[in-house]
């Protein structure tokens, strides 16, 4: 009993960890001011570190539930839609890719932060019932490549650095 209480409680903090940093990611200014909606994917950070020491379960249940948070508190129905796309094709190829152990976790997280705008741009044709908005995939792979590389960083950072009697 006490083991199921240490990880229920562990991915409380994970998840109340990843939703302030989605806070503070909507309390940050605009990365680029001519490209909208681009965001660094702070909390992706918790879901790297959870992928890594915890498994695919643990990081889809702390992912989805802050997707849900998020959108409840910060968002909108049309904000869940897209979050849940991105973050769908994004674990699933992070899930992948960590099994194939070919990539370190700055790999996994550039491939995942790569996908999560795949999965928005492809929620976003189809709500929008247009393939035009496909070229702005363009520059979201660049901005998705350089925040995944940050989050990848700081994920890797904590896979080394907290002990694994913490995690």
Avoid: W
Wanted: proline fraction near 4%; include cysteine.
């Amino acid at each position: 009993m006490k083991d199921t209480s240490k990880k229920v409680a562990f991915l409380g903090l994970c998840t109340a960890l990843a939703l302030m940093l989605a806070y503070v990611e909507v309390l940050m200014p605009p990365l680029f001011l001519a490209v909208p909606g681009i965001k660094m994917g702070l909390p992706n950070i918790v879901i790297v570190f959870l992928l890594y020491r915890r498994g695919a379960p643990a990081a889809v249940c702390v992912s989805v539930i802050r997707i849900l948070l998020v959108s409840l508190l910060f968002g909108n129905v049309m904000a869940l839609s897209y979050s849940l796309a991105g973050a769908v094709l994004s674990l699933a190829v992070m899930m992948v890719l960590r099994r194939l152990r070919i990539f370190s976790p700055v790999g996994v997280s550039v491939a995942g932060g790569v996908m999560h705008n795949v999965g928005q741009i492809l929620m976003a044709m189809l709500l929008l019932d247009t393939a035009e908005i496909a070229y702005y995939l363009v520059v979201l792979t660049v901005t998705g490549t350089v925040s995944g590389i940050l989050v990848g960083l700081c994920g890797a950072l904590l896979i080394r650095k907290v002990p694994r009697s913490l995690s």
